[in-house]
């Protein structure tokens, strides 16, 4: 009878945790439907925005260049005060998220959310060097957070939530719903379960779904791509070795300066409301003379996929889609890297790949072949996320002829970036967000661990205890055992009129307590220290012999 109810309750129990799966996979299902209409809405007027952005940037008349202006820092200056109203939209998000992750901050869902969005559009609409992956990785994650409250679940499944969020941001944006699922676990998550799993699954594919309804279905990239033929395979294998080298030193270079002049932008002693007047002006100039670097720059390479440039020209708009690049980021505007990477990456692939048809003769079909390569290598070097790379690229560009090629160039750069001991992109931008808090918990971190040992001294003095540090021991473990130091203070030493705190003593000592006319008190951080006390210090049999001499003098020596 007995088993039989406790049978019962296990079922009841089981039942119960199922049911709470079960809840938790459809409120993934609707992380999807929003995040798709969200994130997908986002994308469709970033496209209309950069019509809007055209209008003022040709076909330029003085009064047109004025009121374009005008325009442009008016829209800088309601994306400054988004910021200041809501500090976490700022840059691409997928920080952001890892920091709620982490329990590092929480998310004001609903307010952060809108100003994402606005932000996001008027930033990347006046033609700023940046993506709308990372923030539909944030809109995303932001929606997996307000379903959460609104719905009251644990904790627990908002990690659930906010990762199927980001998971159904990339999937939206690039139409790579696998790649979603992916970076998600990969980058974000860094776990992974069947529950998670089939979550990501149904929020990822469920956005896709929703996302191709309002900006169709149609891939990434539209070109044929063909592997290079006729080309030796120690000819093939060499450039392709040092393709791998240059992209990990740019790749270095990438994070280098991004961080670099983030810090920079950061010194600039002025308003920041004047700092972005001032950015905004660069914007339009940028916008009206080298309207190729704007925005995250997706035109540019489905253009250089099929054009022919010169040398020269891909250079300079390569340092130029670079630093501009840079630049946008340092200002904490609403938006990515993600694709500016991939771009830097493709165009990085075009001039190596004219580099060898112009030079070496190799065939002209290597030029495409590097950039669609670039992209996947470039991604590996500078976020350290191979897999994610390698899918990502695959979806974009529907053609899996090169998985085996993807795979090959991702694995050797990833071996480069190990041998740099390069960090990944998102982690170092994490840690420049959260580092107060980071080092806060290192400490405390490390308090606990000081503390823990100490204890663990304690204990062992407990169990030793009375063991004279004068008497020596016949015991092989002497060195291993726990001793008692009795330590007199005199009138006017160091120790003399001095708090337990403010003693500094050498790690491992440790004192129990404060003896008076022969009572012990318990040492705490306060205890007042007097003339005519005796220390009672524990410490291990080594650190004894080594201090000992020292504290008795130190406790007897007058300080004039």
């Known amino acids: 009878m007995a088993k039989d109810v406790l049978h019962e309750l296990r079922d009841i129990s089981s039942l119960k945790s ?18 798709g209409i969200i994130v997908g809405t986002y994308t469709l007027l970033l496209k209309k925005m950069s019509i809007f952005r055209e209008f003022f940037t040709t076909n330029l008349e003085l009064p047109k260049i004025i ?29 952001q998220v890892s920091g709620l ?13 809108v100003t994402k969005f606005v932000g996001g559009i008027l930033a990347i609409g006046t033609g700023m060097s940046m993506g ?8 995303g ?29 990339i999937s939206s944006t690039f139409n790579a719903p696998l790649a979603g699922v992916i970076f998600s676990l990969e980058e974000l ?31 990434s990239f539209q070109y044929n791509f063909m592997l290079p033929k006729d080309i030796p395979y120690y000819i093939f294998a060499i450039i392709t070795v040092i393709f791998c080298i240059i992209i990990t030193i740019t790749g270095k270079a990438f994070s280098y300066f991004l961080l670099l002049i983030q810090r920079q932008y950061k010194k600039w002693k002025l308003n920041k409301y004047v700092k972005m007047l001032l950015f905004m002006i660069i914007a339009y100039a940028i916008a009206v003379f080298f309207s190729d670097i704007t925005g995250g720059g997706h035109e540019l390479i489905e253009e250089m996929f099929g054009k022919n440039v010169l040398l020269r020209t891909l250079i300079i708009i390569l340092v130029l889609k670079f630093f501009y690049t840079m630049l946008c980021y340092a200002t904490g505007a609403p938006g990515g890297i993600f694709l500016p990477m991939l771009v830097i990456g493709a165009l990085t692939g075009k001039v ?13 079909e290597i030029i495409v072949h590097f950039m669609l390569l670039g992209m996947a290598a470039y991604f590996t070097a500078v976020v350290r996320a191979p897999i994610t790379g390698i899918t990502l690229i695959l979806e974009m560009t529907g053609n899996f002829s090169y998985l085996y090629m993807l795979i090959i160039v991702c694995t050797i750069t990833y071996i480069f970036t190990e041998l740099l001991k390069m960090e990944p992109i998102y982690e170092r931008l994490y840690f420049n ?79 129990v307590s404060v003896r008076k006319a022969g009572k012990d008190s318990i040492a705490r951080g306060d205890t007042l220290i007097q003339s005519g006390n005796q220390l009672v210090i524990i410490t291990d049999y080594t650190t004894a012999q080594k201090y000992a001499g020292e504290l008795k003098e130190k406790g007897m020596k007058i300080v004039e």
């Open 18 to 35: 199922r049911r709470n799966n079960i809840v938790l996979i459809f409120l993934c299902f609707l992380v999807g439907i929003f995040s």
């Open 433 to 511: 967000m959260f580092h107060k808090q980071i080092l806060a918990e290192d400490k405390q971190n490390s308090e606990n661990e000081k503390h823990a040992r100490r204890l663990e001294m304690l204990e062992k003095w407990w169990k030793n205890k009375k063991i004279d540090i004068g008497v020596k021991s016949n015991r092989k473990n002497a060195k291993d055992k726990i001793v008692t130091l009795l330590i007199p203070v005199g009138a006017n030493s160091e120790f003399d009129n001095k708090t337990v705190k403010d003693l500094n003593l050498p790690e491992n000592l440790l004192i």
């Open 141 to 169: 994650a932001l929606v997996g957070s307000g379903i959460k409250e609104v719905t009251k679940r644990s904790e627990v499944e908002e990690k659930y939530l906010v990762t199927c969020g980001a998971s159904a941001g």
């Open 189 to 219: 998550h860094k776990f992974f379960s069947p529950l998670l799993l089939i979550c990501t699954l149904v929020a990822s594919g469920t956005s896709n779904f929703i996302s191709r309804m309002i900006l169709g279905s149609h891939t």
């Open 101 to 113: 992750l982490t329990k590092k901050v929480k998310f004001k869902w609903f307010g952060e959310l």
């Open 352 to 364: 190596y790949g004219e580099i060898l048809n112009h030079y070496f003769s190799i065939p002209n």
């Open 132 to 139: 709308r992956e990372g923030p539909s990785v944030h809109l």
């Open 67 to 95: 009121i374009g202006i005008i325009v442009f820092i008016l829209m800088g200056m309601a994306v400054q005060f988004m910021l200041s109203k809501y500090p976490l939209i700022s840059g691409s998000g997928i920080p």
